[in-house]
């Protein structure tokens, strides 16, 4: 509307300066507001400028915020994803432990199952050892040693007790001290037997025996056919084996060491189906990852 002013003044002023019936004090006045018409259309004219120019700068803005929202919704979802993945992950870690804690507290169980079978081995073995000690006399135990080892008992027999010389047939005498141990045996019926026979390294001239390995295992079976068929020892329980020379607990350089390799040792083991049944509860460590 402004201009539509400045031209009306003008055109005004141009009519009267035509028809020359304009006094000096009128055209003063309308040259004054021409002037002042004049500043308020330039003043406009810059405010109009400066209007269009923070326009563009507003629509600049505008769009640059569009742009900041669009990589702050990309950052948004990368972000949230990592956070479902870390869960994700933190959740499977906590399934992990918690199977590695079930598995330890399983395998503390077996530990202690194994402890405690192995303790009521010992246990009983003493017991065993005990009552051997307490059946023979003083004179048995100069020929018999007894002793537990890792929780088996060991009885080693003096074969100048048990057998003539390069003889594997039982003497009289030893009858009696293996009627006692056939005793305790039979009293410990989940235990296993094995009749182990031990030699000189001396060699063997008998026609019927071929060496020291002959010798050892004829006396093992010796021990063995007389606790079973004179004394009624399980034969499911026994075992005869031979060792020759070649498991000496002394040197065979001198005559008392080789009186000490001459033996028969009666070996009274836990049945070992009795351990394989705990090895077959023991827990399955695979699964743990």
Known sequence: MKPLKYISVIAVAASLALTGCVSKKKYTALQDRYDALSSDYNASQVALAESRANHRSVEALLEEARRNNKELKQAYNVLQGTLDQSMKQNSQGNVNIAKLVDEINA???????LVDAKSKSDSLNMILTNNLT?????????????????????????????????????????????????????DYNSYDVLVEGNTDNVPISR?????????????????VQVLQNRFGVDPARLTAGGRGEYNPVADNTSDYGRQQNRRTEIIITPQLDQFMELIDKAPDTDEVK
């Open 107 to 113: 395998s503390n169980r077996y530990i202690k199952q």
């Open 134 to 186: 307490r059946s023979l006399s003083r004179d048995d135990l100069r020929d018999v040693d007894i002793k537990v080892l890792k929780g088996v008992v060991y009885i080693s027999l003096a074969d100048n007790m048990l057998f003539r010389s390069g003889s594997y047939e039982i003497s009289d005498r030893a009858m009696e001290i293996l009627g006692k141990i056939a005793k305790i045996i039979k």
């Open 207 to 223: 026609t019927n025996i071929r060496n020291n390995w002959d010798l050892s295992a004829l006396r093992a079976s010796s021990v």
